[in-house]
């Protein structure tokens, strides 16, 4: 039996593309790993809102999501100042759109879907919202980060 001894430049060589192969071969295990689940402290630069300013900042407001839940996925969503919401998000996979219900509690706002996620109907979900620069954080409520949220007037149809 004839033993092949490697070089240190051969193994390292090998590792790393066995290290790419195993990336490239499985994209589905990447998506699903979820990279958000991991409890994040927000940066120093990260101011958290209080129930006051979550809802002057998300009343009439155009959203434009990067969900962190979901990786790949964005969302465009539509908070209105009489609690309700609409989010249509896409991902390489699919879309759809999202319905429901905001509001605020004990300084952390609080969603509940009404339509579009059948698993998630009728539950409400509550988290913390920071604002980062000009971007918003809006975190789980166990510390995981749900979206980066950028924020612009919610244009109305003109008559």
């Not at 589905?28 to 990260?46: H, R």
């Not at 100042?81 to 609080?110: A, H, P, Q, Y």
Request: include cysteine; charged fraction near 20%; hydrophobic fraction near 35%.
């Amino acid at each position: 039996m004839t033993i092949y001894k490697s070089s240190p430049l051969e193994r390292v060589l090998c590792l790393g593309f066995l290290c790419i192969a195993s990336l490239v071969s499985s994209p589905l295990a990447l998506s699903e790993t979820n990279l958000s689940k991991i409890p994040v402290e927000p940066d120093a630069a990260a101011i958290k809102l209080n129930g006051g300013e979550i809802l002057r900042t998300f009343a009439d407001v155009r959203d434009d999501a990067k969900v962190q839940d979901a990786a790949g996925t964005r969302a465009v969503n539509h908070w209105y100042s009489d609690g309700n919401f609409i989010s249509r998000w896409s991902n390489g996979l699919d879309s759809g759109e999202v319905t429901g219900t905001w509001r605020i509690e004990k300084n952390m706002r609080c969603i509940t879907i009404t339509a579009g996620l059948p698993q998630r109907v009728g539950k409400e979900r509550c988290g913390p919202v920071f604002r980062r620069g000009s971007e918003y954080l809006s975190f789980n409520s166990d510390g995981s980060i749900h979206g980066i949220h950028t924020l612009s007037p919610l244009t109305r149809p003109s008559k």
